[in-house]
C-alpha cells in the first residue's frame, strides 16, 4: 500500500499524513477547508489546526474527493458525526478492495452505531479498520516515540496496513477486536471530561485515579454488551488511552472540563474552540446507549447531566459520592 488518502485535516489527519510520509507512502490528503488547502500550497503546513509541523511538500491537498479515492488505502479522519455523509460522497469513487481505516472516535447519533457499524452500512464490501491509541497529534507529528493499535478482523489487510504507516517512531500494534478498541477510543472522551472536571474543582489526584480506575469497568461494560473483548481495555486504546487523555491539558475534551470545573459554561468553551470536541456529542450517544443495553455507567451518566441537563456540578459529583458500596469487580 504505497499510495495513501487521509480524509480529514485536522491536527489528527495532518499528523497521520506525516507519520505515513515518514514511512514512504505517497500520501494526499482530502479536505473542503480552503484555507488549510492554501496554507499547505504556500507555506507547507496546516497554518489552522497543526501549524507547528511542516509537511513535506511530496504531500498533497486537494478538495476533489474522487482523486483521493485514487489509491490503496484511506485513512478516515473526520468528526465521527460526519463520518456516515463522507461515506455516501465516497462510495461512488472507491473501489470495494480498498481498505477504509476508520481514525475517528465516537458514537453515531440517533442510530448509535459505532463507526465500523456506519461505514459497513455504507461501503458493505470495503475490507474495515479502526486505528485507534494514546496518541497527541502533535507529539507523533514531531516524531516522539508512539505506540498505537490497528484492529481488522482480516489480520492479513491488517498487517498490510500496520507495515504502511508503521516506523520505528510510530509502532502500530495489530488486533482484531475491533468493537473493543472503539468502545475505548469513544468512551475515554467523555471520561475525560469527568476527569477535567475534577480537577477544576480542586478535588486532588485521589479523584483523577478513582475516576480512571471506576472507568474502565464502565468501558468493560459497554464492550462486552456489544461484543467486544474486555482484556481489549487492557491495552493501548483502554487503559492506554485513558492515561493519556484524562491527564492532561492538551486532550480537548479534559481541557473542556477542566474549564467546566472552573466555573465556565459549556457555550462559551466551545465557542472558543475552532477544532471538534468529540466527547460532548459521544456523551449523550453513550447514555443513550447505555440506556438501550441496561448498563449502569454512572460517571457518563454524570457527565451528561452536567452537559444537557444543566445539572449543577456539585450535585453531580454529589451523587456519584452517595452510591451504595459494591464489590470492585
Given amino acids: 500500500m504505497k499510495t495513501i488518502s487521509i480524509l480529514g485535516a485536522g491536527s489528527w489527519g495532518t499528523a497521520l499524513a506525516v507519520i505515513a510520509n515518514r514511512a514512504g507512502a505517497d500520501v494526499t490528503i482530502w479536505t473542503r477547508n480552503s484555507f488549510v488547502i492554501e496554507g499547505i500550497h504556500q507555506k507547507n503546513r496546516n497554518t489552522t489546526y497543526l501549524p507547528e509541523v511542516f509537511l513535506d511538500p511530496a504531500i498533497q491537498v486537494t478538495d476533489n474527493l474522487a482523486k483521493a479515492c485514487d489509491t490503496e488505502l484511506v485513512l478516515l479522519v473526520i468528526p465521527s458525526q460526519h463520518v456516515r455523509s463522507t461515506c455516501i460522497a465516497m462510495a461512488q469513487h472507491l473501489d470495494a478492495s480498498i481498505p477504509v481505516v476508520i481514525c475517528a472516535k465516537g458514537i453515531e447519533r440517533g442510530s448509535?452505531?459505532?463507526?465500523?457499524?456506519?461505514?459497513?452500512?455504507v461501503l458493505p464490501n470495503n475490507p474495515i479498520a479502526v486505528l485507534s491509541g494514546p496518541n497527541f497529534a502533535l507529539e507523533a507529528a514531531r516524531g516522539n516515540p508512539t505506540a498505537t493499535?490497528?484492529?481488522?478482523?482480516?489480520?492479513?489487510?491488517?498487517?498490510?496496513?500496520?507495515?504502511?504507516?508503521?516506523?520505528?517512531?510510530?509502532?502500530?500494534?495489530?488486533?482484531?477486536?475491533?468493537?473493543?478498541?472503539?468502545?475505548?477510543?469513544?468512551?475515554?472522551?467523555?471520561?475525560?471530561?469527568a476527569c477535567g472536571i475534577a480537577r477544576g474543582k480542586g478535588l486532588g489526584e485521589n479523584t483523577a485515579s478513582a475516576l480512571i480506575t471506576r472507568a474502565l469497568s464502565e468501558l468493560r461494560r459497554l464492550t462486552v454488551a456489544k461484543g467486544g473483548k474486555p482484556e481489549t481495555l487492557m491495552g493501548l486504546s483502554g487503559i492506554g488511552d485513558l492515561v493519556l487523555t484524562c491527564t492532561s491539558q492538551t486532550s480537548r475534551n479534559y481541557s473542556l472540563g477542566f474549564r467546566l470545573g472552573q466555573g465556565e459554561t459549556l457555550d462559551k468553551i466551545l465557542a472558543s474552540r475552532s477544532g471538534v470536541t468529540e466527547g460532548v456529542t459521544t456523551a449523550e450517544s453513550v447514555m443513550q446507549l447505555a440506556t438501550m443495553l441496561q448498563i449502569d455507567m454512572p460517571i457518563c451518566e454524570a457527565v451528561h447531566r452536567i452537559l444537557y441537563e444543566q445539572a449543577d456540578i456539585e450535585s453531580a459529583i454529589a451523587g456519584l459520592l452517595d452510591r451504595p458500596f459494591t464489590k470492585e469487580i
Fill in 112 to 121: 448509535l452505531a459505532l463507526m465500523s457499524e456506519v461505514v459497513h452500512a
Fill in 149 to 193: 493499535t490497528v484492529a481488522c478482523a482480516n489480520i492479513d489487510i491488517g498487517e498490510q496496513i500496520v507495515f504502511s504507516i508503521g516506523t520505528s517512531l510510530f509502532r502500530p500494534y495489530l488486533h482484531d477486536d475491533v468493537v473493543g478498541r472503539q468502545v475505548g477510543g469513544a468512551v475515554k472522551n467523555v471520561i475525560a471530561i
